[in-house]
């Protein structure tokens, strides 16, 4: 599989994950390997277009990565959440997406521009 192609499924994933409710009590074994930060940040700003949030407005463990595109803001992207099949797939496994409301969008925006 193309290199580019192993990004379009997690991509796939995630964007379907955070545009239907959904709840998750049980989720299958991935296998892989911690994914490392810098993989995050490609998957989730060049693959998905999200901005990355200054690190004082991330949730969960404190080195944890988060992100915002449009009205979708989601959290708790680290290492440990977010795993690197053998085929070079990257699949968030535990993360925490939130719906930006106008006035919370407004506010990452101008946090934003400051940083």
């Given at each position: 599989?193309?290199?580019?192609?192993?990004?379009?499924?997690?991509?796939?994933?995630?964007?379907?994950?955070?545009?239907?409710?959904?709840?998750?009590?049980?989720?299958?074994?991935?296998?892989?390997?911690?994914?490392?930060?810098?993989?995050?940040?490609?998957?989730?700003?060049?693959?998905?277009?999200?901005?990355?949030?200054?690190?004082?407005?991330?949730?969960?463990?404190?080195?944890?990565?988060?992100?915002?595109?449009?009205?979708?803001?989601?959290?708790?992207?680290?290492?440990?959440?977010?795993?690197?099949?053998p085929?070079?797939?990257?699949?968030?496994i535990?993360?925490?997406?939130?719906?930006?409301?106008?006035?919370?969008?407004?506010?990452?925006?101008?946090?934003?521009?400051?940083?």
């Amino acid at each position: 599989m193309p290199s580019h192609a192993t990004h379009l499924l997690p991509a796939l994933l995630l964007l379907l994950a955070l545009t239907l409710p959904r709840l998750v009590t049980r989720q299958v074994y991935v296998r892989g390997e911690a994914s490392r930060e810098r993989e995050i940040i490609h998957l989730m700003v060049d693959v998905l277009g999200f901005s990355p949030l200054p690190q004082h407005l991330s949730v969960g463990y404190q080195s944890a990565l988060a992100f915002i595109r449009d009205d979708v803001a989601v959290f708790d992207l680290r290492p440990a959440n977010v795993v690197t099949t053998p085929d070079g797939i990257i699949v968030p496994i535990d993360a925490i997406p939130v719906r930006v409301d106008v006035a919370m969008r407004a506010r990452f925006v101008d946090l934003l521009r400051r940083a």
